[in-house]
């Protein structure tokens, strides 16, 4: 299908509040015309809130990015250039996905060309993906947070979270030691 092995994830847009039908439809036509090895994951990211509803505290899903459908696909979008035009098959992909009831189209700066989604923008979105960034630190090394609430703190990394890309420290706060969860991407080394 394309010069291109590895799959990319792409954001597409739909009509708010039809995320989850625009997946399904899209996993059922996966299924029916056998692109499992084209179109590989599709996901409608959520999380859990609390809400309050006579008086009871109740867990509930929430979409994460209403309006927005992420789906991974092997493709040859982002290596055409502007005057190239797309194969056969990327173009029967394109329009399968732009022409799936819901969806309005690929988030793009070029409307003609879907761009994937860099993997360490979806792991700052809290989307999974099997992109671990590169750290240089480990358990026990001295590090200092370099963005948000604690930046310029100096702390020893406790534990490591490869799966949530995540490292616990101990901040000094209001006179003791409180842990705190950081981003790998918010500390480095020193």
């Known amino acids: 299908m394309s010069d291109v092995n590895e799959a990319k ?38 999380e859990d ?8 505290k109740k867990a509930v899903k929430r979409k994460k990015y209403p309006g927005y459908v992420f789906i991974k696909l092997v493709s040859n979008f ?30 793009s700066t070029n409307p003609n060309k879907p761009l994937p ?19 240089d630190y480990d358990i026990g090394d001295t590090i200092r947070v370099i963005t948000g609430p604690f930046a310029d703190s100096i702390c020893v990394v ?12 101990k901040i000094a706060m209001f006179g003791r030691e409180t842990p705190v969860y950081l981003d790998f991407t918010q500390v480095e080394r020193i």
């Open 9 to 46: 994830w792409y954001v597409v847009h739909t009509y708010s509040g039809y995320e989850n039908k625009v997946k399904t439809i899209l996993e059922k036509t996966v299924e029916k015309r056998g692109m499992q090895d084209i179109i590989q994951e599709i996901n409608v990211p959520t």
């Open 117 to 135: 989604i860099t993997d360490s923008d979806l792991a700052a979105m809290g989307i999974a993906t099997d992109w671990v960034p590169d750290v």
């Open 158 to 169: 406790e534990e490591m979270n490869y799966e949530k890309q995540q490292v616990k420290v």
């Open 78 to 107: 982002e290596n055409l250039k502007d005057s190239e035009e797309p194969s056969a098959a990327d173009k029967e992909l394109w329009y399968l996905i732009r022409n799936t009831r819901g969806v309005t189209g690929f988030v």
């Open 49 to 56: 809130v609390f809400e309050i509803k006579d008086g009871k």
